[in-house]
Each structure stands twice: as structure tokens, then as C-alpha cells.
């Protein structure tokens, strides 16, 4: 037997405002992914190794730093990356690529670095799910970053790191500051980064990612102060749409941080030889760091969803003071209604008729039970 379709209950017209602004705010959405997923589609057919996702930059950018302890080099546009097929034991290696739609070079840094073709086609997807790969020469870490934008729109980049014996490789969308600090501190010896292997490295590119989500988090706390305010103000058609767009910005969140935590969580119990034992803390102060960070979205998403509930409650009671006054208008002219409609009938012999000051003795009823309906009201509460 077929289950009957679900319905929206006409009796709730809030639930059938949310179900379309639902709708509306995923129509760009599905789109997208309808036409990447045949990208995919087409390119696992003609078994092609193929970016999928938005063009960002024009040109790629690539950065290569060499360092140890007693000294680094850093290199823009290298021309090629033999450096790192037979990388120097006594020295660490960090190539970053800014763009990702070139594919041509990463396919050449694959035949360089024996790299497995299906990871290669996951970095080059920015719609994949963050996750983390062991092979058995490398390290592959999807992540996605999220900051928040001047125009409080969510920019979610895909970033990817490899990480292999004595060098890392990270891949980028755009150009950004995400790193620009870990960049300093190599340059200008700060901090353990030199002292230590590619693995610390990783921790501190890790730690940078997870950095934007405290912030972006930061500033949707904010905003949820101030929407907060409106709420219990002065809300809009405006606030509820406002509320919508910040509850789904927090769900996008919310997915992208759980899978982190799971490859933060796999790295550890995996016991993986490209992490040395020294460093495990820091991934597991890491992992702690990203418990932090759902716990204050997870806040921030029953947040949103309880000014939502105040949104549609407040308009309730909007409705239910107008209810009130008019019905208590419409109860007061019914008795002055039935009798200005007695003495209005068009009866010759009505015995009233004919008293000279009828009129105002009709007035007198018709404003004493306007007084005592008034009065009673007032002692029920009513009003």
C-alpha cells in the first residue's frame, strides 16, 4: 500500500512560509550541483581527470619553501618539482598552489610524484567531502575553510594537503591570508616550524583552517545578537528572511566541521606512519580545538532556531491583540445593533413611537449598555 504524499497543514501558514523560503534559498543549489554532477559523470566515462568547481584565479600560483633549521629558500613559480621527488633528509618542503583549474600541471606534478590518479581527481574536486587518505608514500587531507565575507556571504574554499617524507603540499582555490603567518614565521625563524618534521607543518596549516571557522562562528554570534534585538523589537518579513539565510549558512558549517573532526579522528586512531609521535598531541589538542567549534555552531544554530519560534510567536500575539479588539468592538455593537434594528422597523402601532422623548431615551439605554459592557470588560480583563 502506498504511503499518501506529505501535505502542509493549511491550518499552520508558517510552516508553509518556511517550506518556500526553504525552497527558494535551494533552487541555485541543486542547480549547481545538477551540472557538476554530470561533469563528473562524463569525465569518470571518458576516464579524464577534469577540475570541477568555480574558476577563482586566472593563473596559478605557486610558492615552494626549502628550510631547516639553519636556513630557508623560498622560490616563486618553480619550474618544475624535482626537489621534492628526492626531497634532502636534513630539510622540509612546502609547495603551495594557488588555483586549481590548470589541470595539465597537476597532472604533471603527479607523473613527478607517482601520485595516485583517483586522489589526484579528489583534489581537483571542490565538491568532495572533506576526508583523509593514506597511501602508502603520502598523506591526502581534504578540508573545507570558511570565512565569512564584508558582505556576510559564506566563501568556502576546498583545501588539500599532501603530505609525504619531509614535505607537504597544499592546494588552495584562491589566494588568501589563511597561511601568511605560518609563511613569517619560517621566514623569520619563529616558533618550532623549522625545528620540526612536514607533520608539524601540517598541525600549524590545520590549526590556520580551523581558525576561520572560530571566526566566522565569532562573527555569526554577533549577528545573532543584534537579530536577537530585532526579534523581540520590532521583527519583519525582512528579520524571518534574515533568520532563514543565518540557519542554513549554520548547517553548511556544521557539515563541513563534522567530516574535519572525523579525519582529525581517523589520523589518530590510525596510527599513521607519516605522523611522529612527538607531534600526536598537537593533533589531538587540534581535535579538541574542532569539538570546541561544533559545540559553539551547534549553540549558535538552537540560537537561530529559537528566534525563529519568537518570530512566529510574536506574530501570533500581533494577531491575537487585533482578534481581541476587534472582537470586543464587534461585542459591543451587537446589543446597540439589535436595538437600533428594533425601533427601526417600519411597525405603525409600536407604542414608543408616539413618546415625545423616545428619541433620547433610546440614546440613554444604547449609551448605559455601552458603559456596562465597557465596565464589565474592564473588570474581566479584556482590555
Known sequence: MKKDKKQFDITRPDKILMAGLRTLGTIGDNLTFN??????????????TVFIGKKKLEKVAIQLFEYSP??????????DFSALQSPDPKKSYWLNFHGLHEVSLYED????????????RQMLDTTQRPKVEEYDKYLFFSVKSILQT?????????????LGKNYIISLQEEEGDHFDHIRYKIREKLGMVRHRKSDFLLVQLLDAVLDNYFETIDAFNLIVAELEKEVLKDPTHCTLLKLEKYKKDTQLIKKSLMPFKEALT???????????????????DLLNSCKNAMD???????SLESLANIYFSSLSQKMNETMKVLTTVAT????????AGIYGMNFEYMPELKYRYGYFVVWGVMGAVL???LLYFKRKKWL
Open 109 to 120: 606534478l603527479s607523473k613527478t610524484m607517482s601520485f595516485d590518479r583517483l586522489m589526484v
Open 35 to 48: 551540472l557538476y554532477s554530470t561533469l563528473k559523470s562524463e569525465s569518470k566515462g571518458k576516464a579524464q
Open 266 to 284: 581517523n589520523i589518530l586512531n590510525g596510527r599513521t606512519n607519516f605522523i611522529e609521535n612527538e607531534n600526536e598531541k598537537y593533533f589531538h
Open 296 to 302: 559553539e555552531i551547534e549553540s549558535t544554530s538552537k
Open 332 to 339: 459591543i455593537f451587537i446589543p446597540l445593533t439589535f436595538i
Open 371 to 373: 458603559i456596562l459592557m
Open 150 to 162: 564584508e558582505q556576510q556571504e559564506l566563501n568556502i574554499e576546498q583545501i588539500s594537503f599532501i
Open 70 to 79: 639553519d636556513d630557508c629558500m623560498e622560490l616563486d613559480q618553480p619550474e
